[in-house]
């Protein structure tokens, strides 16, 4: 297929609720949505999922936008793909900047799959016709409120609760959250907030039979993480320090971390993250993906990845209800059960929204082969 014509939409969307985490709050998302036409007319969807500020990893929106306009699309532009795989050695030159990286060859896969009139979910090789979610719920007010919104949650089905903690507010939270959900799959995400000094209070999870602790320590580390795992019998789970498939192995090898969480954007795209999950499947460890607060299209995008085998835990893929008043796809992304029903429609299988898309458009560049 050959790349034509390429879209960035700037977009600024304010979510229902604020979402807070050890490093910050975040209310209004400002996203970029890409579009890529071949030359018979298809369009492929992607989405970008680095927040405003580096708080989580060093790449912003305004970072992404900059390598999309002046390295990444004039790299594909005109460019005759195969297969989607392909665009991440075209990549290969530009180091880093995953967030980016990803948000226009997840379009590419979504073109791919729309071509070959197949679901993206097919196209990467899933088997399920529907996946199991969980939800992740920012640090709240007050405790009560925290066990309300998970009240709330369960009602709806989801199938796993995680919180985020930070110094101050963890061990002690942790403890009445069991006193009033003693059997609740729960884990808990510490976004980077502690390090190996804390390992007196990080060895008291134990006593919450957790699914897991996610991220405890530094974002870029892989050898305290593999100390702290000696003394924890808490499986710990990788988010941020994972950007890519050596990564992962290193980590697994390194013993600092018994679990992955595959977010597509971290680690560059989905080829990248289908790759980490066939290597974890190989040596027994178990996925999930994470989520970036996204809008539909990205959301569309972890619905398909998901349904591969090894994504033995539940996700934090919400439905699009948890987050916007009015999402940008038709339908909307609904839980049933703790259920969602992968879409078998051609590539992401939802329609993008284009008067919801407009609304929330605050710039648009076309670039157009020369
Ligand atoms: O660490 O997984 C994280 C949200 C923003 C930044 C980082 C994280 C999160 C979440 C929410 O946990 C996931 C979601 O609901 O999309
Ligand atoms: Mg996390």
């Known amino acids: 297929m050959q790349?034509?014509?390429?879209?960035?939409?700037?977009?600024?969307?304010?979510m229902k609720e604020p979402f807070s985490t050890s490093f910050g709050t975040m209310q209004d998302k400002h996203f970029m949505l890409l579009e890529v036409h071949d030359e018979m007319g298809n369009i492929g969807w992607g989405e970008s999922v680095a927040f405003d500020a580096p708080w989580y990893t060093e790449e912003t929106v305004e970072t992404s936008l900059h390598m999309l306009r002046d390295f990444l699309i004039p790299l594909l532009l005109g460019e005759k793909i195969e297969h989607p795989d392909q665009v991440g050695s075209l990549f290969s030159p530009i180091r880093g900047?995953?967030?980016?990286?990803?948000?226009?060859?997840?379009?590419?896969?979504?073109?791919?799959a729309k071509r070959n009139r197949i679901s993206l979910a097919e196209a990467l090789g899933g088997q399920r016709q529907r996946i199991e979610v969980g939800i992740s719920i920012g640090i709240q007010k007050d405790f009560n409120q925290l066990v309300e919104k998970i009240q709330h949650y369960l009602d709806e089905g989801y199938k796993r609760i995680k919180v985020k903690v930070k110094p101050g507010a963890d061990i002690d939270v942790l403890r009445r959250l069991r006193d009033v959900f003693p059997e609740v799959p729960l884990m808990a995400d510490a976004n980077s907030a502690y390090s190996l000094a804390d390992i007196d209070l990080l060895k008291q999870l134990d006593e919450f039979s957790l699914l897991m602790i996610e991220q405890p320590l530094a974002h870029d580390d892989i050898i305290d993480h593999a100390i702290l795992q000696k003394q924890l019998k808490t499986p710990i789970c990788l988010d941020e320090s994972i950007h890519s498939l050596e990564d992962a192995r290193k980590a697994i090898e390194l013993g600092s971390t018994k679990v992955i969480n595959v977010k597509i954007g971290r680690v560059g795209g989905l080829s990248e993250a289908k790759r980490i999950h066939d290597y974890c499947m190989e040596k027994g460890v178990p996925v999930w993906c994470g989520g970036m607060l996204e809008a539909g299209i990205g959301r569309a995008h972890n619905i398909a990845l998901t349904s591969l085998p090894n994504f033995i835990f539940p996700g934090d893929t919400a439905g699009s209800s948890r987050y916007w008043e009015k999402d940008i796809i038709e339908p909307e992304v609904v839980v049933e059960d703790g259920y969602i029903t992968?879409?078998?429609?051609?590539?992401?299988?939802?329609?993008p929204d284009l008067d919801a898309i407009e609304k929330f458009t605050t710039d648009l560049w076309p670039f157009r082969e020369e």
């Open 3 to 14: 790349i034509t014509e390429v879209k960035i939409r700037k977009m600024k969307m304010r």
């Open 342 to 351: 992968v879409p078998t429609a051609p590539g992401i299988g939802f329609t």
């Open 97 to 112: 900047n995953n967030m980016a990286k990803a948000a226009i060859e997840c379009a590419v896969w979504d073109l791919y």
